[in-house]
């Protein structure tokens, strides 16, 4: 039954379709970066196909066009579909239906779209259930046989990122619709947790399954969409690369040029040292300020809304008056200096751990692998003019922080609403992101020896530009084959 879409030949037009409250808004919204539709836990939130110029390029357009789910009386859709071409299945589709039936209406709806307007489908699945479990699959599935137009699976819902499970999940989807003949391939696109890596392949997808000038149209597009994500991912390094180098520059003055040497003696006797607790406050209240200007302007970058925690610049004056040891104090100065931003470290660091408590946004980044390597003393090192800056641990520690925050709001999906401070982290990203570093651990070294006084801030600066975008793509590679192309 398929039939030529009624769009220009310029035009690249694609539907999401699926059974109802799967998440077809909620991708349009992560690829679209905006607030479009309505999002939420309920059937039929989408009532009626809204359109969406998702990427344009001279004359060609690619068009997304967000549809009603299917309901659950698909026996009953498929006769009426039949009846839609005569007086009464109008009059019953547009009055009758849409009063007393708003699942078949909506329904209906959706397959109307498909019909008239589609060049490829993208048809959402539930990836959190088993295929085999879900029943109304094949039945939605015959419905878009019948229509004819080329589909394009893709699994959603898919939780965190698992590649091992990913593809074994696909493999799983690929075998159960083998019998339907316009599904042209299966794969991954989470609108929760989605890169920016995979969406310009919708594009190359679709390109292939259509021809002439609309062919022309996804290519180009699919160009067009990776260099508009690569020119964000550019912007994104840019400002990961302030953060570092100002950590690699900022320094402050000692009273005592001899106080390092009394330091070791202090922290072996567990006295105090008030001066080195007030340096070092005021560095992580630093860097704190601006650890949380870089996560608000990536959030930005990358159409995200909302604001990292507020309480990450909070300092907490109570923290630096309560009574310690040595061990204490540098405790209670990072918690005091970030407040949030590692709520609980105090207590894991008094108790030997590196667990990191509840809510803290650096040990929830990182998984607990890291907080600025903040597990022994004060992160601290004398330069030669009688100064400190932070040592090469705590800049490499740093390293990946930044690394595995770029990759947090990366795979973050619109869909989700409003950024959250992530919880955790895959375990596969931390493995990548150490060993990528450890590969480069000389240049690194290096940049950091060049580090310690602002006289050399736009050299240093431009070459972590440089090495961050190498350690990062060589990380969206590793994690995803496809993105070579686009590096």
Same mark, same amino acid.
């Given at each position: 039954?398929?039939?030529?879409?009624?769009?220009?030949?310029?035009?690249?037009?694609? @539907?999401?379709?699926?059974?109802?409250?799967?998440?077809?808004?909620?991708?349009?919204?992560?690829?679209?970066?905006?607030?479009?539709?309505?999002?939420?836990?309920?059937?039929?939130?989408?009532?009626?196909?809204?359109?969406?110029?998702? %990427?344009?390029?001279?004359?060609?357009?690619?068009?997304?066009?967000?549809?009603?789910?299917?309901?659950?009386?698909? *026996?009953? !859709?498929?006769?009426?579909?039949? =009846?839609?071409?005569?007086?009464?299945?109008?009059?019953?589709?547009?009055?009758?239906?849409?009063? $007393?039936?708003?699942?078949?209406?909506?329904?209906?709806?959706?397959?109307?779209?498909?019909?008239?307007?589609?060049?490829?489908?993208?048809?959402?699945?539930?990836?959190?259930? @088993?295929?085999?479990? %879900?029943?109304?699959?094949?039945?939605?599935?015959?419905?878009?046989?019948?229509?004819?137009?080329?589909?394009?699976?893709?699994?959603?819902?898919?939780?965190?990122?698992?590649?091992?499970?990913? !593809?074994?999940?696909?493999?799983?989807?690929?075998?159960?619709?083998?019998?339907?003949?316009?599904?042209?391939?299966?794969?991954?696109?989470?609108?929760?947790?989605?890169?920016?890596? $995979?969406?310009?392949? %919708?594009?190359?997808?679709?390109?292939?399954?259509?021809?002439?000038?609309?062919?022309? /149209? *996804?290519?180009?597009?699919?160009?067009?969409?990776?260099?508009?994500?690569?020119?964000?991912?550019?912007?994104?390094? +840019?400002?990961?690369? =302030?953060?570092?180098?100002?950590?690699?520059?900022?320094?402050?003055?000692?009273? =005592?040029?001899?106080?390092?040497?009394?330091?070791?003696?202090?922290?072996?006797?567990?006295?105090?040292?008030?001066?080195?607790?007030?340096?070092?406050?005021?560095?992580?209240?630093?860097?704190?300020?601006?650890?949380? /200007?870089?996560?608000?302007?990536?959030?930005?970058?990358?159409?995200?809304? +909302?604001?990292?925690?507020?309480?990450?610049?909070?300092?907490?004056?109570?923290?630096?008056?309560?009574?310690?040891?040595?061990?204490?104090?540098?405790?209670? *100065? %990072?918690? &005091?200096?970030?407040?949030?931003?590692?709520? &609980?470290?105090?207590?894991?660091?008094?108790?030997?751990?590196?667990?990191?408590?509840?809510?803290?946004?650096? &040990?929830?980044?990182?998984?607990?692998?890291?907080?600025?390597?903040?597990?022994?003393?004060?992160?601290?090192? $004398?330069?030669?003019?009688?100064?400190?800056?932070?040592?090469?641990?705590?800049?490499?520690?740093?390293?990946?922080?930044?690394?595995?925050?770029? !990759?947090?709001?990366?795979?973050?999906?619109?869909?989700?609403?409003?950024?959250?401070?992530?919880?955790?982290?895959?375990?596969?990203?931390?493995?990548?992101?150490?060993?990528?570093?450890?590969?480069?651990? @000389?240049?690194?070294?290096?940049?950091?020896?060049?580090?310690?006084?602002?006289?050399?801030?736009?050299?240093?600066?431009?070459?972590?530009?440089?090495?961050? +975008?190498?350690?990062?793509?060589?990380?969206?590679?590793?994690?995803?084959?496809?993105?070579?192309?686009?590096?």
């Amino acid at each position: 039954m398929a039939s030529p879409s009624q769009n220009s030949e310029s035009e690249i037009v694609l @539907s999401l379709i699926s059974h109802t409250n799967v998440g077809k808004t909620a991708l349009a919204r992560t690829l679209l970066r905006g607030d479009v539709g309505e999002v939420a836990d309920s059937a039929h939130v989408t009532v009626v196909p809204e359109a969406h110029d998702w %990427i344009q390029k001279d004359q060609f357009v690619a068009r997304l066009w967000d549809t009603p789910g299917f309901g659950s009386n698909l *026996a009953k !859709l498929t006769r009426r579909l039949r =009846e839609g071409h005569n007086p009464v299945g109008w009059i019953l589709h547009q009055m009758w239906d849409r009063i $007393q039936d708003k699942s078949l209406w909506c329904s209906q709806e959706a397959i109307r779209n498909v019909h008239a307007n589609a060049d490829v489908v993208l048809y959402l699945v539930d990836a959190s259930q @088993s295929p085999s479990t %879900i029943g109304y699959v094949d039945l939605e599935m015959q419905i878009l046989d019948w229509i004819g137009k080329p589909v394009l699976v893709f699994l959603n819902q898919v939780g965190r990122p698992d590649r091992d499970r990913i !593809l074994e999940e696909e493999k799983e989807w690929r075998e159960q619709l083998k019998n339907h003949d316009v599904v042209m391939g299966v794969s991954t696109l989470d609108a929760f947790t989605r890169c920016w890596v $995979q969406e310009h392949l %919708i594009l190359e997808r679709a390109a292939e399954l259509v021809s002439g000038e609309k062919k022309t /149209a *996804a290519v180009m597009l699919a160009r067009e969409l990776a260099e508009r994500n690569l020119e964000i991912f550019r912007k994104a390094i +840019g400002r990961m690369a =302030e953060l570092i180098t100002f950590s690699l520059i900022d320094t402050e003055p000692l009273k =005592e040029r001899s106080l390092l040497e009394k330091l070791q003696s202090l922290i072996a006797n567990k006295e105090k040292n008030k001066e080195m607790e007030t340096i070092q406050q005021a560095m992580y209240g630093r860097l704190a300020e601006r650890t949380a /200007a870089a996560i608000n302007d990536l959030i930005s970058l990358h159409g995200i809304d +909302g604001e990292t925690a507020e309480k990450l610049v909070r300092a907490s004056k109570d923290d630096f008056d309560a009574p310690r040891d040595i061990e204490e104090s540098v405790a209670a *100065a %990072i918690v &005091g200096a970030v407040s949030g931003l590692v709520t &609980g470290l105090a207590a894991d660091l008094i108790a030997g751990g590196m667990t990191f408590g509840g809510g803290a946004v650096t &040990g929830m980044l990182l998984g607990g692998a890291t907080t600025y390597a903040l597990a022994k003393g004060y992160n601290l090192t $004398q330069t030669g003019n009688n100064r400190v800056r932070w040592t090469e641990a705590q800049f490499l520690s740093q390293l990946k922080f930044v690394a595995m925050l770029y !990759l947090a709001v990366a795979h973050f999906g619109r869909g989700r609403g409003v950024w959250r401070d992530p919880e955790n982290n895959p375990s596969l990203w931390e493995e990548v992101v150490e060993r990528k570093i450890q590969e480069k651990k @000389s240049k690194w070294s290096n940049l950091w020896k060049k580090g310690g006084s602002s006289a050399n801030s736009e050299k240093v600066k431009k070459a972590v530009d440089v090495e961050l +975008g190498r350690l990062l793509s060589g990380v969206l590679v590793e994690l995803y084959e496809e993105a070579a192309d686009i590096f």
